[in-house]
């Protein structure tokens, strides 16, 4: 028998005030998949290992600036 702890596992409504959104929205996430879930019978929980995951995949990085964006700038600048 495994004697470590079990995570505790979080509502609905605690994902979505970590997140500030809407039940709605929570819902559309998990019904895509993108957010990962246990059911439990009706019951719908998350491991917030996985909101954490969560959070860090969904982190946008800065795109570097395409050719085109940087002469858009220059022109838009009057340096062209």
Known sequence: MNSSPMPDLWKKQQVCDV???SIGTLNRLVKSRELKFIKIGRAV???????????????????????????????????L
């Open 45 to 79: 929980r998350f491991d917030p290992a996985d909101v954490r995951e969560f959070i860090i995949r969904r982190k946008c990085r800065r795109a570097p600036l395409s050719v085109h964006h940087l002469i858009r700038a220059e022109h838009n600048a009057g340096r």
């Open 19 to 21: 997140f500030k959104i």
